[in-house]
């Protein structure tokens, strides 16, 4: 089965992977994640996700990272350079989610379904609320008269 490695600025890498095992709990080993802190140097980012990468007893590994060409995903683009590696930028939760969901299939089919994943997540929504609303807070048992 695939990893996931989340390298990402401060704090979202983890708080991503917390989301994660917030709705899918048995997947703590198979996700892990690497804060970019502002004042960490490049290289020695790149050293902790290399041990990272090591750690993790997979087939292969989707990198999620937030910005293209930001410091996170340069490290990450570092990592990208075997065959069990995938990389896929613009990290979100729809994204991190699917891509749990899908960790069983192949490194290239993985990588896509994350990237449709993080798309179908993001989505204008429109006002649910009535259009002639005059402001007035609902007051549980009053009832305005209306003729």
Do not use: W
């Not at 020695?44 to 087939?59: E, F, I, K, P, Y």
């Not at 449709?116 to 259009?131: E, L, R, W």
Request: proline content about 7%; glycine content about 6%; some cysteine.
């Amino acid at each position: 089965m695939n990893s996931i490695l989340i390298i990402a600025h401060t704090p979202l890498a983890s708080a991503l992977r917390e989301c994660a095992l917030h709705v899918f709990p048995d997947c703590a080993t198979g996700v892990q994640a690497i804060d970019v802190p502002p004042d960490e140097a490049p290289e020695a980012t790149l050293g902790r996700a290399q041990r990272a990468l090591q750690q993790l007893d997979s087939d292969g590994v989707l990198l999620l990272s937030d910005v293209f060409g930001a410091t996170p995903c340069n490290v990450a683009q570092k990592l990208n350079n075997n065959p069990d590696t995938r990389l896929v930028t613009g990290a979100n939760l729809p994204m991190l989610l699917r891509s749990v969901c899908y960790r069983h299939e192949s490194l290239e089919a993985l990588a896509t379904r994350a990237q449709a994943g993080g798309a179908q997540g993001i989505m204008p929504v429109g006002s649910t609320a009535p259009q002639n609303q005059t402001g007035k807070r609902h007051v549980p048992n009053h009832h305005d008269d209306q003729q």
